[in-house]
Nanobody, 127 residues
């Protein structure tokens, strides 16, 4: 059983930045795809970014490319999402997620088969 605990949400003006953190326990260094999802009142939950722990290969949806960076600190077993140039449409509850195996099939497959979810953190972007 993997437990995921997010932190770092909050309110920011458009154009600002936030960094989300997700502490995992136990260690997820070996063969895990770690990802960030988000869900807003207007949209269904969607994947945002993912990283494969063994190669650090990353994946992003088009709307966040160049603005968001997913990364992982192996020593701290913590996943991050650095969000810059935040827009109002980025407002959502952000969830950390984990699934064993590579990200490729999960990212490009019909459905992202998440095994473990965090509790979610709210990010609010205002004008």
């Amino acid at each position: 059983q993997v437990q995921l605990e997010e932190s770092g949400g909050g309110s920011v003006q458009a154009g600002g930045s936030l960094r989300l953190s997700c502490k995992a326990s136990p260690d997820t260094s070996t063969n895990y795809c770690l990802a960030w999802f988000r869900q807003s009142a207007e949209k269904e939950r969607e994947k945002v970014a993912a990283i494969y722990t063994q190669t650090h290969r990353t994946y992003y949806i088009d709307s966040v490319k160049g603005r968001f960076t997913i990364d992982r600190d192996s020593a701290e077993n913590t996943l991050y999402l650095q969000m810059s140039n935040l827009q109002i449409e980025d407002t959502a509850t952000y969830y950390c997620a984990a699934v064993r195996g590579t990200c490729f099939r999960q990212w490009f497959g019909r459905e992202f088969e998440v095994e473990y979810w965090g509790q979610g953190v709210l990010v609010t972007v205002s004008s």
